[in-house]
């Protein structure tokens, strides 16, 4: 992804200066880290979303596995292909939502309001 620079947005720039636009955090601390995530929370209130791209590592004690023919490794919360190219992930969604409250800062209850509004909930506080 292209980064924000002084005199480019960039992709998540561009999406943070759009106020209809929806973005998801993988909230992990390595993906983004959980600076950004608190800058982003700002920026975007109840427009950001947590998201994971949770690979088969998830809930699992493995070293390593195939996706898409390819050998990723698991290392230190990170899945990463034999060049050390991110490579997904071993976030699990309530792992995020922990990470969410206690790194950056934003109310469990608000958390699970908003995953409940975006799902189309009929359940909100």
Known sequence: ??????????????????ADIYCGVIADGLHVDYANIRN?????????CLVTDATAPAGANIEQFIFAGKTIYYRNGLCVDENGTLSGSSLTMIEG????????????????????????????R
Do not use: F, Q, W
């Open 1 to 18: 992804m292209p980064y924000i620079t002084g005199r480019e947005p960039g992709l998540a720039g561009a999406v943070l200066d759009e």
């Open 40 to 48: 982003a929370k700002r920026l975007k209130g109840d427009k950001l």
């Open 97 to 124: 939502v922990r990470n969410l409250v206690a790194h950056c800062g934003i109310a469990l209850d608000e958390v699970a309001a908003h995953g409940n509004a975006l799902s189309g909930s009929r359940y909100r």
